[in-house]
């Protein structure tokens, strides 16, 4: 079983993950509570309120590159950003949070899944589109609202259908790349309890991803180098930094994991 959510899913749960993350952060008992999971992008000490701050900039920056359309690059940071930041009462920043989704959902809904525009994945398979930028909110979002309700002393787990559909996102555009791996070739293979699983080919070459489905009659498919397997929220979360590889089940070399995480194939 794999994902297939379409952009009406996208746009959909979009939605409900951004209502689940103004959830949590109404149930706080004030925005200056430092938040618990250890988002290796994060600077130290980052609060409930920075992250507010900061998954809206997100939601309006993307907004403003959906609408630009085909660039070379993003558009200038006027066209997402005010000067003004988002505002620090809590009644306020959350009508802020709540216009910022709504910015970013009706841009997709009048450009569409298909129109062309600038991103960052150029070199992997996903393709350059509006609808792509839809899917890869979704994860990113459904990672800050288990950021959110952890910190409140809630954490849930990632939906089914937003985990698998995040986590395949998360292979075809933030893992492939045609960026030499720079260690012995490797092969990795995931394992959502749901039923879906993934490979990831690691050699100089790049890093290559394709969906495994059950082997035919008689097939004895090659046996990878590691695998982890868990369900499709811890995977999600494992990926994000937010849970360590020691809550997953683990099979194999675990060191390929070490190099994976400490990879920077921009670099």
């Known amino acids: 079983m794999h994902p297939c959510l379409t952009f009406a899913d996208h746009l959909r749960l979009i939605d409900e993950r951004s209502a689940a993350f103004r959830a949590a ?26 992250l507010v701050h900061h998954a809206g900039m ?7 590159i959906v609408a630009a359309g085909p660039a070379g690059g993003p558009p200038e940071k006027s066209a997402w950003e005010d000067g003004a930041g988002a505002p620090r009462e809590r009644d306020a920043l959350l009508a802020w949070w709540t216009e910022s989704v709504e910015r970013l959902t009706s841009t997709l809904r009048e450009a569409g899944p298909d129109r062309p525009c600038w991103t960052w994945w150029d070199d992997s398979p996903s393709p350059q589109t509006s609808g792509a930028w839809a899917r890869r909110q979704l994860p990113e979002i459904a990672v800050y609202t288990y950021d959110a309700q952890l910190t409140v002393g809630d954490p849930q787990p990632i939906p089914d259908e937003v985990a698998l559909d995040g986590f395949d996102d998360c292979q075809f555009t933030l893992c492939a790349t045609t960026v030499a791996w720079p260690h012995e070739p490797a092969v990795v293979d995931y394992h959502a309890t749901e039923g879906s699983s993934w490979r990831l080919r690691l050699d100089r070459d790049g890093a290559r991803v394709t969906r495994l489905g059950a082997p035919a009659a008689g097939e004895d498919p090659p046996a990878a180098d590691v695998s ?19 809550r997953l089940e683990l099979d194999g070399d675990r060191r390929i994991f070490d190099q994976l995480i400490a990879w920077d194939p921009s670099v």
């Not at 997100?58 to 403003?64: I, Q």
């Open 58 to 64: 997100g939601r309006r920056k993307t907004a403003a």
């Open 228 to 246: 982890a397997r868990g369900t499709a929220s811890e995977l999600v979360l494992f990926f994000y930094g937010r849970i360590p590889m020691d």
């Open 25 to 50: 952060i109404e149930a706080a008992p004030g925005l200056d509570v430092p938040v618990l999971t250890s988002d290796p992008n994060a600077p130290p000490g980052r609060t409930l309120f920075d």
